[in-house]
């Protein structure tokens, strides 16, 4: 009976532990679906999909660059601030040109932020929660400062464009899946990627077998930016305006989906297709509530459980795989 | 002598299977008290998993463990330390900002709760540190001291418990002659006491040495115990490796030399190497022996470019070149390092083998940026080849790997990218015997294949056996260059000693 027991349990530890620590977050993408589908029928709805996609698109696409930042042992806090700021320069610059033109202006803005962040954290080997944490501070302030606290609308048409629908689908929704997919591919199939995992998984001796490391580092923040870039000309457009302190979730949003999807915060391990996963999450719970008319304030102290209750099982597990290996 | 004594710990057939291997199969073991007991065996013999539930770490799939006669509680530290017993592992256990007293009492000494009362610390800590005879600052930062030191403060937490068992593991892999000297006298003072101490080791003349009785694990069996009188090192390594005996490759050296492919003179590295000067040829292995702390560390990480603070003159080929800045540009001149401390310098042990072993070049294994699996999985294959790392671990993660395999990658990782010059920084300390021989027929290999090696190791009789040259460092200084029949053990002490006199 014992040795019953026993091969059980090594059966659990061998295989279930694996299992958990790689599609545990699937199960709970699938169990949560099933929650909200089996209580509203309105859920899983091809327009209601398709509208949760631009929904998301901003903070998920946000989300596609934090997991680079994560992965290579890093935080970036400053993607609320220059989510914002990317925002408000395209409908700055959309008041006098073209809309296309403020679309890029606003993405190159998101890329020369996210290059100072990279710099800082990797030349002045500031400490990257320390680090992104400052540049936010002060692009929140820069953002008041240039728009007076006051939203600013944009009247050309033309800027509205990434809001609407193609066939039925947001533009933007477009936008996240391709962020995602092509992301992903970089991320798990090319030599970047590689050095990616490598630089977070221990730096020094990716430094020692003769990998860029700061380069690597410093790109991941650069494309950050740019993702910040492209998620406020998404938010700007949607709205046909633009705002200092556009979204104070967004922050919280983000490190959320990417940390729920299993991405480890130490570094070196995670997936975009986890992240992929923790935007559906997300998504699904901030739907199921909107759709049964609960109390939005109880869905922070939801969202907030459910995170800790991840974390929790995730560090659960390493334990028992850390166990096994020892 | 020793039979006389009462038995603290007992292992009644204790078998332990974890998935996939069964690593202890019905294990009898005792330690009596005031008793010096060996344990050696090959890396994944069972050593450390024995350990392990003797400490009550793990629970026993079968049998019992008994402390004075009354079964552990398993799984419990706590228990453990109740019961007296005190583990002391390969890795130190410090917290580097707090003070060495602080380090000692950390569990709060007497009064865990109470005031602390730093005068009575402070006595406390001289009284463990005459216990031992040892000479430590209680208020230094633990961080700035040797490892060696370090350990000493390790040493002093489990006697301050009132232990009556510790076990250490490897205690002196990471020591030099000196400190070896000084633990042997420390352990000898615990013995005197009463305390029983288990002793893992894989060098066998130390366990000789040292402990009263000898215990040999193989293959999760415990195959025999012997006391001292009755052991010899064949008779242990013979059944270490059980009847596979290894005969041994020779490691002779091939006597033509090549051209000169680096030439390094006047290396400085600030507190750390002092006007260093060497050559080395191509299809050569040059030694850098030395004792621990006198620099060999440092000059290899210099010359690899990892050291931003080192100057000199440097030529490779007969040609003059800036001395490498960074290891990217050493990597440029064909320069590699393989560092002294696989698991945190080494490799990233969250990825697969084939993963770390095609990192330091990665062209070969991308068309467009695209890596193709089958041709990284082909690539890191071929570089482990003449390592005799198994293929079928290619995909495994490396933090599931031996430290005898971990090393094998690290040095696979350089077999991969074919530098002309590699160095290597102990490459064989801690695994077993015949990961050992491996490791040194490859790099031999490697020489042969016309590259330059330049070896560091503690073990000077590694040196010995393994190198062409030998370049003698001490205090940060070269003390000349040994080879030939001059090339031994005894010889390379004279130069240590002669230098450390005379400064």
């Known amino acids: ?326 | 002598m020793t039979a006389a004594r009462p038995v603290v710990i007992e292992a009644r057939k204790v078998s332990k299977r974890f998935p996939g291997v069964q690593a202890l199969t019905d294990v009898d073991f005792e330690l009596r008290q005031g008793e010096v007991h060996g344990l050696v065996g090959q890396n994944g013999a069972g050593k450390s998993t024995l350990m392990k539930l003797v400490s009550g770490v793990h629970t026993p799939d079968a049998g019992e463990v008994l402390v004075d006669g009354e079964e552990l509680r398993y799984g419990s530290p706590r228990a453990s330390r109740e019961a007296g017993i005190a583990v002391i592992y390969q890795e130190l256990t410090i917290a580097p900002e707090m003070s060495a007293a602080d380090n000692v009492f950390l569990s709060g000494g007497d009064r865990p709760a109470g005031w602390r009362s730093l005068s009575r610390l402070r006595r406390r800590f001289d009284e463990l540190g005459g216990l031992l005879g040892l000479d430590l600052d209680a208020s230094e930062r633990a961080g700035s001291l040797s490892v060696a030191r370090q350990q000493q403060l390790e040493i002093m937490r489990a006697l301050d418990g009132r232990r009556r068992v510790i076990l250490m593991d490897e205690p002196t892999a990471a020591l030099g002659r000196h400190e070896r000297e000084a633990l042997y006298r420390i352990i000898g003072a615990l013995r005197e006491s009463g305390i029983g101490i288990v002793y893992i080791s894989h060098d066998l003349d130390e366990v000789l040495q040292l402990c009263d009785r000898v215990s040999v694990m193989r293959d999760g069996l415990l195959v025999e115990t012997r006391p001292r009188e009755e052991a010899s090192k064949d008779a242990l390594v013979k059944a270490m490796v059980g009847s596979a005996l290894a005969t041994r490759p020779p490691l002779v050296a091939d006597a033509s030399k090549g051209e000169e492919v680096l030439r390094v003179d006047d290396l400085n590295v600030p507190g750390a190497a002092h006007d260093v000067s060497f050559s080395l040829h191509r299809g050569e292995i040059l030694g850098l022996a030395g004792l621990v702390g006198a620099g060999r560390t440092e000059i290899l990480r210099a010359v690899a470019g990892a050291d931003p603070r080192a100057t000199g003159q440097m030529r490779i080929d007969g040609q003059e070149v800036p001395w490498p800045r960074s290891v990217r540009a050493a990597l440029r001149r064909g320069i590699a390092l393989a560092p002294e401390d696989r698991k945190s310098q080494g490799l990233v042990l969250n990825r697969t083998a084939a993963e770390n072993v095609v990192m330091s070049d990665m062209r070969d294994v991308a068309r467009g940026g695209l890596i193709s699996r089958r041709r990284r999985r082909a690539a890191a294959a071929a570089a482990c080849g003449p390592l005799a790392f198994d293929t079928a671990r290619l995909d495994v993660q490396v933090s599931t790997l031996s430290g005898g395999n971990q090393q094998k990658l690290a040095l696979a990782k350089w077999v991969h990218r074919r530098p002309r010059i590699l160095l290597v920084d102990e490459p064989t300390r801690g695994i077993d015997v015949g990961a050992k021989v491996e490791v040194l027929r490859v790099l031999r290999h490697l020489a042969d294949d016309g590259l330059g090696v330049i070896l560091v190791s503690s073990e000077l009789e590694e040196v010995v056996e393994a190198a062409d040259r030998a370049l003698v460092v001490a205090g940060g200084r070269g003390a000349g260059v040994l080879e030939g029949a001059d090339l031994s053990v005894d010889r390379i002490l004279q130069r240590v000693f002669a230098v450390e006199e005379a400064a």
């Open chain 1, 1 to 326: 009976m014992s040795a019953q027991a026993t091969s059980v349990r090594g059966l659990f530890s061998r295989y279930g532990v694996r299992l958990l620590r790689t599609y545990g977050v699937v199960l709970a993408l699938v169990l949560v679906v099933i929650l909200v589908a089996s209580q509203s029928s309105a859920f899983l709805t091809w327009t209601n999909i398709t509208n949760l996609s631009g929904q998301w698109a901003a903070a998920g696409i946000i989300a596609v660059g934090m997991t680079y930042v994560i992965i290579c042992g890093g935080l970036d806090l400053s993607v609320g601030a220059s989510f914002s700021f990317c925002a408000i320069t395209a409908a700055q610059v959309a008041q006098t040109t073209a809309p296309e033109v403020a679309f890029l202006a606003a993405i190159g803005v998101g890329l020369v932020i996210g290059t100072i962040n990279g710099m800082v954290v990797t030349l002045l080997k500031v400490n990257s929660l320390i680090a992104t944490l400052g540049t936010g501070l002060i692009l929140a302030g820069l953002g008041l400062v240039w728009t007076d606290n006051a939203p600013i609308p944009v009247t050309d048409e033309g800027f509205a464009r990434l809001g609407q629908e193609v066939a039925g689908i947001p533009y933007s929704g477009i936008l996240l899946v391709l962020f995602l997919v092509v992301g992903g591919i970089v991320l798990a199939r090319t030599v970047y990627g590689q050095w990616v995992y490598a630089t977070g998984g221990n730096l020094e001796a990716a430094s020692l077998t003769g990998l860029p490391t700061r380069l690597v580092t410093a790109s991941t923040y650069a494309f950050t930016g740019v993702c910040a870039g492209v998620a406020g000309v998404i938010a700007a457009s949607q709205l046909g305006a633009a705002q200092a302190d556009f979204d104070p979730d967004l922050l919280f949003d983000v490190i959320t989906i990417v940390v729920l999807g299993g991405t480890s915060l130490t570094g070196g391990f995670g997936a975009m297709w986890r992240t992929a996963v923790g935007i559906a999450i997300i998504a699904t719970l901030d739907n199921g509530f909107n759709l049964l008319n609960l109390d939005p304030n109880f869905q922070d102290i939801f969202k907030g459980a459910i995170l800790i209750g991840a974390l929790a099982l995730d560090s659960y597990a390493q334990r028992l795989a850390r166990a096994r290996e020892g």
